[in-house]
């Protein structure tokens, strides 16, 4: 990740020219996360033409998406490719589960697809602390399983190990970053396996999202939250430690977890930055508008290759998200399925400048449903009993998210609500025949019913739809639509007095 500042003797001109090269093109390397849970996906191909229009040269995978990554194959992204959580136990267990995973996952696509993996991520923040211990056992012996399968499938000196972690496996006692430390219950843990991804040439990911550190606080200071634009006066906010000014959360978080690495002695340890970025929807605090200031700031520090007072050069830094996900858990919120610089269909959402000053471009040769959408009948009152059921139904199987408080469609009037819920299932549904039934409360209209922010969607034309296939289990579902759809079961509720 850079050239050691140990060298006493000048470069010669060639390599001179070499580590200048280098540098500018490691100060225009993008990377991004590109989630798959979605129920009408843009297409591999449309989605690796994307990310090599907009200057990303490098991808992370959650799992061993046969789409995506037969869609990246001699594509020239590099790509990082997560093991999830669930096979953690299974893989620690028994090398040969880790063997088979990376005959199945790793090498079948090199070989057969010309794949250019170069990290096994895994697990994903398998320490957080909502996790309860969980996945700590089995974290460690997994890593090392899975290195002795890619050495075993001469795939080490390509593929290297990682784990990516969340902010919280760190803290700092009194706010400053070089007081860091790892949490007290998982030092042994976190320090012997840094060791071993030291030893064996790997990388350490960490997730930062200064966005959860403001949304979960009210009395967050939401400026620190930014990186600040050039020339403007620093945060009130701001850490004073030592002769360093902390200006913004991500310097202040980055650092406090390299200077727990100096000071179990791992300080050599290359760290990159697995997730980071701002959600648009879903929440009062997720907007355009936010995400536009966050990233853009981001990006400028990408492109400048500016990193921080600790780490002066800018690591790797994979954005969270490329796209929107309407299957993704919400449990962390309802801005989970909002993530992404992009939209579900690869639009942007925002201007943002990247490398060069150029602007994002979208997604090209994507393909839409008819141009068609399900709403409550003009005729149908909203205080039909049946109301109330059938918006429940439709989000328990289609992302009603945009509905909630503050977010892009929570200004609709009620029967905005209901056909907004409507839309979301026929949509979800590929439009199928029946699917904008609901009792006979629906009809289908040519006419674009989007009002203001909140834009009533059409979907992908994937050529194929499963309604019910999905990450969650039914009770999941269930539990995660009556959130989603909370605001408006209220206000239908109010109607009917």
């Known amino acids: 990740m850079g050239w050691s500042s140990t060298s006493t003797s000048a470069p010669a001109p060639a390599v001179l020219l070499l580590w200048l090269l280098a540098l500018a093109f490691r100060a225009d390397a993008l990377a991004a996360n590109w989630g798959t849970r979605a129920l009408h996906p843009l297409p ?82 398998p320490f957080l602390k909502s996790y309860k211990g969980q996945f700590e056992a089995a974290t460690l012996p997994a890593v090392r399983n899975v290195q002795a399968a890619l050495v075993k499938a001469g795939l080490a000196r390509q593929v290297r190990v990682t784990v990516p972690l969340n902010a919280d496996v760190y803290e700092s ?52 939250a930014f990186f600040p634009a050039p020339g403007a006066p620093p945060s009130q906010a701001s850490v004073q430690d030592g002769n360093v000014l902390y200006t913004n959360v991500f310097d202040a978080n980055y650092d406090t977890l390299v200077a727990a690495l100096e000071k179990h002695g791992l300080g050599n340890i290359t760290v990159v930055v697995g997730e980071i970025g701002w959600p648009t929807d879903g929440d009062a605090n997720a907007n355009a508008a936010g995400a536009q200031k966050f990233n853009q700031g981001l990006f400028d520090r990408i492109v400048a290759g500016k990193g921080t007072p600790r780490r002066p050069q800018m690591p790797d830094v994979y954005v969270f998200a490329l796209l929107d996900e309407d299957a993704k858990s919400v449990d962390p919120g309802n801005f989970e399925r909002h993530w992404g610089v992009f939209n579900y269909d690869g639009s942007p959402k925002y201007a943002l400048r990247l490398a060069g000053g150029k602007g994002v471009v979208p997604a090209k040769g994507v393909r839409y449903l008819s141009k068609q959408w399900c709403v409550l009948r003009p005729d149908a009152s909203p205080t039909d009993p049946a109301i109330v059921g059938a918006v429940g139904y439709a989000c328990q199987y289609a992302d009603c998210t945009s509905l909630s408080p503050g977010s892009s469609c929570g200004g609709l009037d009620v029967r905005g609500n209901v056909s907004y ?32 922010t909140c834009r009533f969607k059409i979907m992908i034309d994937t050529g194929r739809h499963d309604l019910t296939h999905q990450e969650d289990s039914g009770a999941a579902r269930a539990a995660a639509a009556w959130g989603t759809v909370v605001a408006v079961l209220a206000l239908l509720a109010i109607v009917a007095l």
């Open 421 to 452: 819920a409507f839309n979301q299932f026929f949509q979800s549904a590929s439009q199928q025949k029946g699917s904008c039934g609901f009792n006979n409360l629906s009809v289908v209209t040519t006419t674009d019913p989007s009002q203001g």
């Open 173 to 224: 006692l009194d706010g400053r970053p070089s007081s860091g430390d790892f949490r007290p219950d998982i030092t042994t843990l976190m320090t012997s396996l840094v060791r071993f991804l030291l030893d064996s040439g790997g990388v350490l990911a960490i997730n930062i999202y200064p966005f959860l550190s403001m949304d979960a606080d009210a009395n967050f200071p939401r400026d620190y």
């Open 44 to 125: 591999g191909d449309v989605t690796v033409q994307l990310l090599k229009d907009n200057g990303f040269d490098k991808v992370k995978l959650f799992e061993a998406d046969p789409a995506a990554l037969k869609a990246l194959g001699h594509s020239g992204i590099q790509v990082m490719l997560g093991l999830p959580n669930e096979l953690l136990a299974t893989v620690a267990r028994d090398v040969a589960a880790a063997e088979q995973w990376v005959q199945h996952n790793v090498s079948h696509y090199v070989s057969d697809y010309g794949v250019d993996i170069r990290f096994v991520a895994v697990g994903n923040e």
